[in-house]
């Protein structure tokens, strides 16, 4: 029989006793479960705020991009050869869930004198598009069942609007040749959807087309290609990935007598993963923060324990028990408390990231936060270890206010009032 906990159990405050440490104590219990609710809610919030972005980033741009090694930072590409053996070899990859070619050209569209430039992303019949259905506000998106060159494109919302372009409308584009002695060329295309995700470096300027617009354009052949798109399962492993691709893309001279070269989009866009890395922080700073109020409102709860049990801890000391054993019974005492904290925390927590997970009650500004609402993710391994760190962490606190157990003698004890 382990006596320390048995005694432990008899003196915590329970509901029908009346004594001093009883409102401390609950004061102790709901910081304990405030704390570990805000700690679950702002770690949920941040995984699910990166998780959203990095979905919708990767979604529409690929985790990594194989393009012309002398290929400049515009969307005026220098192509390459489009090569099939390479596709495999890429396809073949553990982590590569697909790749797909495309090529962009810059573009300027005016509709009723209203002017706007744009970027023309011309795609084929490998084109995923998970993530441009999962967004799509209207009307529907490309087929290439034919072999003529369709006229069809998908375009952003906050495009549409500002052109005032509606489904099935035509409008031309104009596109500036390669060739500076030769004149402007221009398309007319016909809107047949219309998507939003919410991120202005897509929303303001992209629309999808048929990669043959771009190639006709260009002067190019049907082989000639921006680049490939590289869509991975994990993106944590961004730059080992990366590595194994250059490695099969290999430093030899291309099949266009060009080099390749392989860019992460972390490496593309390094302003948007450093901000992203900032959420990170903001999560420690809170945690820490709650853990120390929990703790320091446990360490609090605990002394006035002891110090209204401590009649009791010189009749346990008279009566042969060690300090060491006695400060065990207070520490059974404060994990309990924790433990119960902490089960209250979980449901508070939960409940209310399950809540706005399903009904998304807290809205947001998408033109500055990317997104309509607050995204929430359950991260199981996240919510464990925030129970186990802040179990491991306040109970360790507790270790000093019961040093002051050892102070107590026997004789003065009994005679404590």
């Known amino acids: 029989m382990n006596t320390e906990l048995y005694i432990a159990r ?3 405050p329970h509901k029908n006793t009346i004594n001093i440490s009883k409102p401390i104590v609950n004061i102790a219990i709901i910081a304990i479960a405030l704390g570990l609710a805000v700690m679950i809610i702002a770690v949920s919030i941040i995984v699910g705020f990166k998780s959203t972005i990095s979905e919708q980033i990767f979604g529409f741009s690929s985790h990594i991009e194989i393009v012309n ?28 869930t697909a790749i797909q070619v495309y090529a962009t050209k810059p573009g300027l569209i005016k509709v009723n004198n209203t002017a706007r430039g744009i970027i023309v992303k011309g795609i084929d019949t490998t084109y995923n598009w998970s993530f441009i259905q999962k967004h799509l506000t209207e009307g529907k998106i490309l087929n290439f069942s034919t072999d003529t060159t369709t006229d069809n494109v998908v375009i952003s919302k906050t495009l549409a609007n500002l052109l005032g372009l509606s489904l099935h409308d035509k409008f031309t584009t104009s596109f500036v040749p390669n060739d500076a002695n030769k004149k402007v060329r221009k398309r007319s295309f016909i809107v047949a959807g219309i998507y939003e995700t919410h991120l202005n470096e897509i929303d303001d300027r992209f629309i999808l087309a048929d990669i043959r ?10 082989n000639q290609i921006s680049g490939y798109e590289v869509f991975l399962k994990d993106y944590k492993h961004l730059d080992e990935q990366k590595e194994i691709i250059t490695d099969i893309v290999g430093y030899d001279i291309s099949p266009d007598s060009q080099k390749l070269h392989v860019e992460t989009l972390q490496e593309k866009t390094p302003q948007i993963f450093d901000w992203l890395s900032l959420l990170d922080m903001n999560a420690w700073l809170i945690i820490a923060l709650m853990i120390l109020v929990a ?15 401590t009649s009791m801890i010189g009749i346990l000391k008279s009566l042969g028990a060690q300090n060491a054993s006695v ?47 607050v995204p929430i993710a359950l991260p199981i391994f996240y919510i464990l270890a925030l129970n186990l760190g802040t179990f491991i962490l306040t109970t360790a606190m507790l270790i000093i206010p019961s040093m002051l157990i050892t102070n107590i003698s026997p004789s003065e004890a009994i005679r404590f009032e």
């Open 327 to 373: 400060r065990k019974i207070f520490l059974y005492v404060g994990s309990m408390l924790i433990t119960k904290g902490l089960f209250w925390g979980n449901i508070v927590g939960l409940l209310l990231c399950i809540v706005q997970q399903q009904f998304h009650i807290i809205t947001l500004d998408p033109t500055i936060y990317f997104m309509s609402y």
């Open 69 to 96: 090694f002398d290929n400049n930072s515009s969307y005026e590409t220098l192509p390459i050869k489009k090569d099939v053996q390479l596709i495999n070899s890429i396809k073949e990859e553990k982590n590569v």
């Open 213 to 222: 617009h771009i190639q006709d354009l260009n002067n190019w052949d049907s």
């Open 295 to 309: 703790g320091m409102n446990m360490i609090t709860g605990l002394l006035v324990i002891i110090l209204e049990k």
């Open 10 to 12: 008899h003196i915590l």
